[in-house]
């Protein structure tokens, strides 16, 4: 799931950014807690390794883990595999709920965008802080 094989006799100040963030997220899920917090756990990991990721987060949270997750504009392809999300703009709440609402939500706030637009990318959102939420009860 990390993809760290190719470093197992490697130290750990000599892997790269991404593997290093990869080994973090490994830390994390050997200790199999019921509650996971990540804060940017796709930062420096390419598309696929974050995609890699996501998904075996996600997975683990269809088993029945809370997942938190920290993040500045997500990929969309990323954003659909949560199923709740907090939107942040400078310390306050602009949306919390079902990710499936967000659009609704903000286009009765006034805010309109092309659907081919990444949902959380366009320019009056650069300063909003993103923490999707998996989880099922």
Same mark, same amino acid.
């Given at each position: %799931?990390?993809n760290l =094989? $190719?470093c197992?006799?490697t130290m750990?100040?000599? &892997? /790269?950014?991404g *593997?290093r963030k990869? &080994? #973090?997220?490994?830390?994390e =899920?050997?200790t199999? @807690? @019921?509650? %996971?917090?990540?804060?940017?756990p796709t930062s420096?990991l390419d /598309?696929?390794?974050?995609?890699?990721i996501? #998904? +075996?987060?996600r997975? =683990?949270?269809?088993?029945?883990?809370i997942?938190?997750c920290?993040m +500045?504009q @997500?990929? /969309?392809? &990323?954003?659909?595999l949560?199923?709740d999300?907090?939107v %942040?703009?400078?310390?306050k709440?602009l949306?919390?709920?079902? &990710? #499936?609402?967000?659009?609704?939500?903000? *286009? $009765?706030e006034?805010f309109h965008?092309p659907d081919?637009y990444n949902? =959380?990318?366009? /320019?009056w $959102?650069?300063?909003? *802080?993103?923490? @999707?939420?998996?989880? +099922?009860?």
């Open positions: %799931m990390v =094989l $190719k197992s006799n750990v100040y000599s &892997l /790269s950014g *593997e990869r &080994l #973090t997220i490994a830390v =899920l050997v199999n @807690p @019921p509650i %996971m917090f990540f804060d940017e420096g /598309s696929v390794a974050s995609l890699q996501i #998904t +075996h987060l997975s =683990l949270a269809q088993d029945g883990r997942i938190y920290v +500045h @997500p990929g /969309s392809k &990323l954003l659909q949560f199923d999300i907090l %942040m703009a400078d310390g709440v949306y919390c709920g079902a &990710l #499936t609402n967000m659009v609704n939500y903000f *286009e $009765k006034g965008y081919f949902q =959380l990318t366009l /320019s $959102k650069s300063q909003i *802080e993103i923490i @999707p939420v998996i989880y +099922h009860l």
